[in-house]
């Protein structure tokens, strides 16, 4: 339904029987589902019952951010990226989305400086660099619809639980923000990577093979296409 980007039913899904594992997911789906269908009041109540709830307060906050700069208030969502719970959750990805608020609210030296401290001058960073440096207008596009909002909700958790025990939960997760987002390369990178580690070497390099050549992971999933090779030698002997 997310890839469709049919909300009601999302939302009816929800107040049925709920669609994930917990409440913070299904609280985080909600409130993109809600801005789905323009509501946005109460999806502002929901991400907001997840910032309120201190075991959670940064995973709200990044995503309350991110609703906020999909919903055009980048003032709104730069106090929010700068809360302090929230640099304490920071990841690429939602530095990567900060710096994007601020090129676009014209503060292109705050901007470029958070991507230089976060990758330096990398090819994670090195297209938004050369635009922001080059003076040209930038439009937050990190999250486009509300059905991409889910996605990030799905990537987060499976990123922030791959430092655990890899479990089906974890792969849950990715494949969910995969099913959404199939050419997003951090999400391509991360299946291919719980794939690994659940010794499934072939289903892993299908996925890396799907990084394009000019994507800035290129190098990166070729690296992990040669190690599914090795390992699977391996297992061989």
Partial sequence: AAREENYDEIIDLLARDGVATNDLTDSLVLGWALLGIGDQGRALEAFNMVVNDDRY???????????????????????????????????????????????????????????????????????????????????????????????????????????????????????????????????LLLVAGLFEQFNRMSMARDIYLEVTDDDAAFFTAAMGVAETLRSEDRLED
Avoid: C
């Avoid at 809360?83 to 939602?94: K, T």
């Avoid at 958070?114 to 090819?123: C, H, P, Q, V, Y």
């Avoid at 930038?138 to 890899?166: H, K, N, R, W």
């Fill in 57 to 187: 307060r940064a995973f709200g906050l990044y995503h309350l951010g991110l609703a906020l700069a999909w919903s055009g208030d980048l003032e709104g969502a730069i106090a929010v990226f700068q809360d302090e719970a929230h640099r304490n959750f920071q990841s690429p990805r939602s530095i990567f989305a900060e710096a994007q608020v601020l090129a676009e609210l014209d503060r292109p030296a705050e901007a470029e400086r958070r991507l230089m401290e976060a990758f330096g001058a990398n090819s994670a960073s090195r297209d938004l660099l050369d635009k922001i440096r080059s003076g040209e207008d930038i439009t937050f596009d990190f999250v486009s619809t509300p059905a991409q909002g889910m996605a990030e909700v799905y990537y987060t958790l499976a990123d922030a639980l791959s430092s655990d025990t890899p479990n089906l939960y974890n792969l849950y997760y990715a494949r969910m923000a995969l099913e959404i987002r199939p050419t997003d390369s951090d999400v």
